[in-house]
């Protein structure tokens, strides 16, 4: 199953991708998605503290970066925890419903939020970051109940769905910001007691999502290299301790201090971005 999985996914990622052009930051960075993108760790919910204390974030790691090249810029954070594909399209963010804070409020469903911003701000919104991925693995994992045969069966139909609901995502950003650089963020396997099982799906995962994100000229960031080096188990193992919260004793997948600023380092170069810099 994987190995045709991996066939028909190979064809998608090897069609070329459009044209695609740097049009560099402007006045305002927007940055959508889920907890990845608000910069959620555990031990800092369970605390109590404060959106401003998530400041470690690959979101602030990408921000300091563009402050370099533009110092003004201003950084508008969308970053919903619990959200996926689907209830980015569909609504509401239940970060909120269930009385936590954002770091940028909104109401209702994040696309509504981010093409109000879009069409707020027209002309003045680059870039724009979209990381959604994490919560649809957990969904479609819960109701497998971590059965691989079900996860493995299913595997093409999940994949397909979250590709689908992504296209839809950037073509509506893509209307209301048609010059504005968008960089998709892949996934990783935290899946550190079934790499081997689930590496392959994770890859398939994000060839199928940089299809859909050079379909509508937006850039993708993949950091699956970057968590989760091959052809060494224990090697990705600790890399993936290093990088996520994995093995504290919270269990957490979310990234840590250092796995973030990976992230955002990786996002800044896939941005290309840093040629503008003046030497």
Known sequence: MIACLAGVFSIAAASPALSQVVHGPKQYYLALGDSI??????????????????????????????REIQPGITVVNYGCPGESTRSFLKGPCLWTEFGEQLHDSFTGRQLDAARAFLREHPGEVSPITVTLWGNN??????????????????????IDDLSKDLAKILRALRKEAPDADIIVTGSWDSFIDALEFADPLFQLLNASMAAAAGAEQAQFADPFPLFNPQGDLQREMANLCALLLLCGAQSDSHPSDLGYQVLGDFVWNVSGYGASRTP
């Open 37 to 66: 993108t608000y910069g959620y760790q555990a031990y800092k919910h369970a605390a109590g503290l404060p959106p401003s204390a998530y400041d470690t974030g690959y979101v602030d790691v990408f921000a300091a970066y563009l």
């Open 137 to 158: 693995v957990r969904e479609f994992s819960a109701e497998c109940e971590g059965d691989a045969t079900c996860i493995e069966s299913g595997a093409f139909k999940f």
